[in-house]
């Protein structure tokens, strides 16, 4: 019988490209965050410390700063901080946010509430799942102050990890030091494969386009458009966060592949479309790539040369409608079809428009009279119950955000 070993990769896979707000407070085990940091980086993972002022007499915002290739932020008041990256964004973009070490006093502020530094500020204003790895002396982890705040946490559904037992720094033995990097590594896995395998979308299938498409003229020329895939990505790596089974379909971007998304890369409209036809069936499509409408009729497999006066005329032909095929009436169509509108005027009118005209059930419009490609995005839900209006987010809050609808609409119909 083959002896079961450790699946290479397999952390790799589940941590790659998540991002971790780590907030170092000021604990002994402080100096084992440098190790920390390094071992979620090997598994793709981007880390951006927040250090607390005890935080920093044990570890160096120089060394964490080095190590997480990112800056380390210290200052609840510094206005560079503010500028560049207000406390409140600094805890929403982040996957999780995980505390190392957990010190008895930064649990004790949690519990109650309290926002008088950097860390505790953007703990209470995150909207993130939060883990602690508490680090003390046996006496405070025991005492009955430090276990009620924990039972409080616990009861908010902050996730823990350790305190592990054995000799302490202080020379005490007992419970109270903080677990091992790789216990804690492995907690973040686990954090994020038991979201996938029992999310509220888990069993069911989707589709997403991203990108642009790029239409050839020559082998060494194309028509393309400025779409940098950003919010395609962002949906497919939510579906698949809430635990869909997800093909991403893009064209040419610079965009890394979601963790855990079958990702098929084509270039054009038609290989999108065949690629999007090949992974029938599913459940939900979102088309939220850039689709050339045109492509050039007579593309020719020799570089076009530049003879005479006469530049040459480029004669176009409509490329398919990827999102109207797949929303056509018929057995396969999915449960939930969704478009994207791309409006520079009467954005929701046209958008609602465009809705009927290729029989999806929702679509997201946005403004983008002032260009593509940016990080944020004010987007507006058409339904058949009509327009939501959502406020400008990241990209990929309008992605969690419209994974989370799709999983309410999907669980209650
Ligand atoms: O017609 P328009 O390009 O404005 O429609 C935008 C929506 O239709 C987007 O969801 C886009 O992904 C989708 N689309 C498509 N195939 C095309 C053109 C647009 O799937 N050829």
């Excluded at 004790?108 to 995150?126: H, P, V, W």
């Excluded at 054009?268 to 409408?293: H, N, R, S, Y």
């Excluded at 465009?354 to 990080?375: E, H, L, M, Q, T």
Aim: charged share 20%.
């Amino acid at each position: 019988m083959a002896l079961e070993g450790p699946v290479p990769g397999r952390h790799k896979i589940v941590l790659e490209n998540r991002r971790i707000l780590l907030i170092v407070s000021g604990g002994i085990a402080a100096v084992k965050v440098p190790d920390l940091i390094r071992r979620l980086r090997e598994r793709g993972a981007a880390v951006r410390c927040v250090l607390t002022e005890s935080g920093a007499q044990f570890v160096t915002p120089m060394s964490l700063a080095a190590l997480s290739g990112d800056k380390v932020f210290q200052d609840l008041f510094s206005l560079t901080d503010e500028s560049e990256m207000g406390h409140i964004n600094l805890s929403r973009e982040a996957d999780i946010v995980l505390v190392a070490p957990a010190t008895a006093n930064i649990m004790a502020k949690m519990a109650y509430g309290m926002a008088d530094d950097l860390a505790t500020t953007a703990l209470l204003a995150t909207d993130k799942p939060v883990m602690i790895a508490p680090s003390m002396n046996v006496m405070m982890w025991e005492h009955a102050a430090t276990q009620a705040n924990l039972a409080t946490l616990l009861d908010r559904g902050i996730h823990i990890v350790g305190p592990g037992a054995g000799d302490m720094a202080c020379g005490e033995v007992g419970n109270g030091r903080m677990a091992e990097v790789a216990d804690i590594v492995a907690a973040l896995d686990g954090f994020f494969k038991s979201r996938r395998e029992h999310g509220p979308l888990s069993g069911q299938s989707a589709l997403v386009t991203s990108g642009p498409t790029h239409e050839p003229i020559d082998p060494v020329r194309y028509i393309a458009n400025r779409s940098s895939g950003k919010q395609g990505h962002a949906i497919a790596a939510a579906l698949a966060d809430l635990g869909a089974k997800v093909t991403l379909v893009s064209g040419p971007t610079q965009e890394p592949d979601p963790a855990g998304v079958t990702v098929t890369a084509v270039e054009t409209a038609e290989q999108m479309l065949t690629a999007c036809t090949a992974a029938k069936p599913f459940d939900i499509a979102v088309c939220a790539a850039a689709v050339a409408d045109w492509r050039v009729a007579d593309s020719t497999t020799s570089k076009i040369k530049k003879t005479g006066d006469t530049p040459p005329a480029l004669s176009l032909t409509e490329n398919p409608d990827i999102l109207a095929t797949l929303a056509k009436a018929g057995k396969d169509r999915p449960h939930l079809v969704i478009g994207f509108a791309a409006e520079t005027e009467n954005v929701i009118d046209n958008g609602s428009a465009k809705r009927n005209a290729k029989n999806c059930d929702w679509i997201v419009a946005n403004d983008v009279s002032a260009g593509f490609g940016g990080d944020s995005n004010t987007v507006h839900l058409i339904t058949e119950d009509g327009a939501d209006s959502w406020p400008t987010l990241s990209k990929q809050a309008v992605a969690e955000r419209l994974a989370t609808h799709i999983a309410d609409h999907i669980n209650k119909s």
